[in-house]
């Protein structure tokens, strides 16, 4: 059994501030460094580093932020045999500020190569792999023309299908029929439902109209105050762990990955939740979109509680 993630590629480039500037304002940073992320990468990272087998369809340019991508994939152990060059666009990049104080962060994406990958991508990995495939993840920074047609292959192929709606844009509601399982956090939760999402109460409600239109399952990540999830006869809010945040970024991916990963081993979405909430808490632990826990830090978080 498998998982298929459809999605970005990038390389981040990182400043460390004291705090986020405001609009007009420059300020003085800190350490700078660059690390792999995208956020099918990302995901694709952390489901090979919690022990499942997964492929990655995606594309990057050919440059050097390119193949610095793909050796990441690879030693996390990542399927890289879909991931494309596009000789004609550089390597998708994003621009993080983070703030030291918080661990909140700003970022800009220079998408290139993500606007590269299509349908045809997706053919040619499933004419290799669909009879293997049990779960397949997807995000929006590549075309939504894409993500809408992984989805409808997904349900053809019986596989459980999670769409998370970020970064948030509008989505073609025709499409949320083909979602099992959707991950919006508050402000995509907001949008998609028409819901302000300010508390677990309001996202209980945003999640209750997302289903409404198709997804058998709304996940709504909260940030510290955890996720709550509705499904169309049961609702339960799972708290957040308790954690010293560094590096907020790619939280939101650690815990579709970890999702993706528990429902491909056959746990109910109460179970497979917890084990998504504590593999992004550990993720805002360390800095590094990639940065993700391994099973054994999942595991002794939720047995033995906060870091």
Request: charged share 20%; with cysteine.
């Amino acid at each position: 059994m498998s998982i298929l993630v459809v999605g970005s590629t990038h390389m981040d480039f990182y400043i460390v501030a004291p705090r986020l500037p405001q609009p007009g304002e420059t300020i003085k940073g800190g350490a700078f460094f660059v690390r792999p992320g995208g956020k099918g990468a990302n995901q694709a990272v952390g489901c090979a580093r919690l022990g499942a087998t997964v492929y990655l369809v995606s594309a990057v340019g050919k440059d050097h932020l390119g193949l610095s991508a793909i050796e990441a994939l690879k030693s996390a152990g990542v399927v890289v045999d879909y991931v494309y060059v596009d000789e004609s666009r550089h390597t998708g990049t994003a621009f993080i500020i983070l703030s030291k104080e918080t661990g909140e962060n700003m970022i800009v994406v220079a998408p290139g190569a993500d606007e590269s990958v299509r349908p045809t991508h997706v053919d040619r990995a499933l004419a290799d792999i669909s009879h293997s495939v049990k779960i397949v993840l997807v995000q929006l920074e590549i075309p939504m023309e894409t993500v809408y047609y992984t989805l409808r292959a997904g349900k053809k192929l019986g596989a459980t299908t999670i769409l998370n709606p970020a970064p948030a844009q509008h989505i073609d509601e025709t499409a949320l029929k083909y979602v099992d399982v959707i991950t919006p956090n508050r402000v995509e939760a907001s949008q998609l439902s028409g819901v302000e999402v300010r508390d677990v109460d309001s996202a209980f409600k945003a999640g209750e109209e997302i289903i409404r239109k198709g997804p058998k399952i709304a996940a709504v990540t909260l940030g510290a105050l955890g996720v709550a999830v509705v499904t169309h006869n049961r609702r339960f809010h799972v708290p957040a762990y308790r954690v010293n945040v560094v590096d907020s970024v790619g939280a939101g991916d650690a815990f579709n990955s970890a999702l993706a990963v528990a429902l491909l081993e056959g746990r109910d979405i109460f179970e497979a939740t917890r084990f998504a909430t504590a593999a992004a808490a550990l993720k805002t632990t360390r800095v590094g979109a990639q940065s993700v826990p391994t099973r054994q830090e999942v595991e002794d978080l939720m047995r033995y509680g906060g870091v």
